[in-house]
């Protein structure tokens, strides 16, 4: 099989092309048909084969839902969380503080066989998942308990489960330097600095009040280092900043759902650039090679109506859009289907997706891996 580097690369070639033809291994140009990016017609889908309902569970256990989803970066294998039964097949309506399970599990890319799994009685709901480059584990916390007392933090966990650092204070949603409210992500720059992605709310017509939407940067021993960002529609403004990524010349990628949009900073919070070909967006992912996932899972007929959710693939050179791996048909989100939240992609070319409440039901399980190459 060809590797994933080169499959990308093809697509890449190929997409960049699509008004010329595309010509990979002859000098004659082939018929390409330029595709849509709403709908995705036309574009290739480099992962055609789908494992729905993929990874195990421990015995006894149902599938919650979850948004996040990550690689480590030392073995390649899946970090994710899901949200302790909330949300299940059968409708459960727990959580992860009523329900202390281990939320979080390293999966074997490969098998999906569970690899760890730790985390329990910590969390109210985990939402961002990140791992850096020493293999840590970093979750965040994006609600609060009723008792005030768990919630609106972030969590930096050894590869083995111990609690290396928190940020934020339990329970207390606010906007202080040292405060929360519903953090969406987080990530490690290569100095160590960390970026937290904070305010859920902002994408709704009329955010409760102390809704925000900011991006926080940290140094590597957490203290505060400075911050960007509010509601609304400008750039550097944000309506719920729900995924973090880096590109490989150190830029910090930042899907702006509520806007419909991808907004790319330095990491001092200086505005460089916007993508918008890539829909409602929950969930990006960078490769190495500089290709660039993002995951719709909010398109639907009241908010982004006829953009079709599912995974849109492009370079991140160009706003453009070059692959296009479909969502789960769904009735009430006619020619629209439904998608998960996270994504990410692994050195073979696989993708895995992270289903949210609005796909978990229509996917069959927590978790969807899309394998690359041909049926």
Known sequence: MPSSRFLRSTLFACGASMLLGCATDSDEPATVTLGNPITGE?????????????????????????????IDPNDGHIWAYERCGAGALTGGGVSCDSNEVDPIFKFDRNTGEILANFGAGLFVTPHGIHVDSDGNVWVTDFAGNPAGTKGHRVFKFSPTGEVLMTLGTAGQPGSGPNQFNQPNDVITAPDGSIFV???????????????TGRIIKFAADGTYIMEWGEIGPEHGQFRTPHALAFDSRGRLWVADRGNHRIEIFDQDGNYLDSRYMYGRVSGIYITEDDMLYAIDSESSPTNHPNWRNGV????????RIIGFIPPFERDTRLY?????EGVVVDEDGNVYAAEGPNSLRWAGGAFTKYVVGSR
């Open 42 to 70: 036309g574009l290739p889908n480099p992962n055609p084969t789908v494992m729905a309902n993929w990874g195990d569970l421990p015995e006894g256990r149902e599938w919650g839902t979850t948004a996040g989803i990550d």
């Open 197 to 211: 992605a904070d305010g859920h709310s902002g994408q709704n017509a009329n955010p409760p009040d102390g809704s």
């Open 312 to 319: 849109r693939i492009g370079h991140i050179d160009e706003d």
């Open 336 to 340: 629209q289907g439904t998608a998960g």
